[in-house]
């Protein structure tokens, strides 16, 4: 049964720079990872305002818990829809590693908002005076479900960079000749070199996606390579190196 390919990349370029040792990502890329970074911004600007609502509501007597509720779940959407946001942002146009304090501070932004966002909550929560037993147990566990959701979906475990993306597309150029495309599936882990690869064109596979290695980093963060299909690549070179080497023999002869 013939698979479906579907190329995400259209007629869109993400290549390395000429050193080959910064990836610049395509005007569409940089386009919309601006984009998501403004959205994201306003959705954390916009959470931490209901913060410093729901502070000065700590503060009232008698304190409605209903609208403290609604008003930490409401912002608990807001933080993780930008984290999300944020976070494809970065796989998008990624930081360069040469900075370290830039690179970790906008990879793990979304944890620091998260942690700005609720942490203060649910001190405030604990230490109320105004608060019964009872109530601080119930605010103080939405809060802190709220402060851990929302730190995970903001943490990035597997940052990326300019260079892993540089340093992975010429891995990939080098085993094909200088073509960066990759293929990949929906539930895949890594990214592979040849489509008739047995680990994805099986029967089981229904699809499979194209594209360049930044695509698969960006889609679905993929960052491994196929070992099958790079041991192929490299008897392949081995191959290409032996012919090469019979054909001036020929020609010397």
């Not at 390919?5 to 000429?18: A, F, H």
Request: hydrophobic share 45%; with cysteine; net charge positive.
């Amino acid at each position: 049964m013939a698979k479906k390919i579907t190329n995400v990349d259209g007629d869109e370029t993400s290549t390395p720079s000429n050193d080959g040792s910064v990836f610049t990502p395509s005007a569409a890329n940089a386009s919309k990872s601006k984009m998501y970074r403004v959205i994201a911004i306003i959705g954390w600007l916009i959470a931490i305002g209901i913060e410093i609502k729901v502070i000065l509501m700590l503060r009232e007597v008698p304190i409605n818990m209903n609208w403290i509720i609604g008003f930490i779940v409401g912002m608990l959407i807001l933080v993780v829809i930008a984290n999300i946001l944020w976070k494809k942002a970065n796989r998008l146009d990624p930081a360069s590693e040469k900075n370290k304090t830039k690179f970790f501070i906008q990879n793990q932004l979304g944890l620091i908002i998260s942690v700005i966002a609720f942490l203060p909550l649910v001190v405030l929560i604990l230490t109320n005076k105004n608060l019964s037993g009872k109530q601080k147990g119930i605010l103080g566990s939405i809060a802190g479900a709220a402060l851990l959701i929302a730190g995970l979906t903001g943490t990035e475990f597997n940052p990326v960079s300019q260079e892993q993306y540089a340093e992975q597309t010429a891995q990939v150029e080098g085993f094909m000749g200088g073509v960066n495309n990759v293929y990949w599936t929906k539930s895949g882990k890594s990214y592979h070199l040849y489509q008739d690869c047995g680990y994805i064109n099986s029967k089981r596979t229904t699809e499979i996606f194209q594209g360049k290695v930044a695509s698969a980093r960006e889609l679905k963060n993929i960052t491994d390579i196929c070992d099958r299909c790079a041991n192929k690549a490299k008897k392949q070179q081995v191959l290409d190196i032996g012919n090469e080497a019979e054909d001036k023999a020929e020609a010397t002869e």
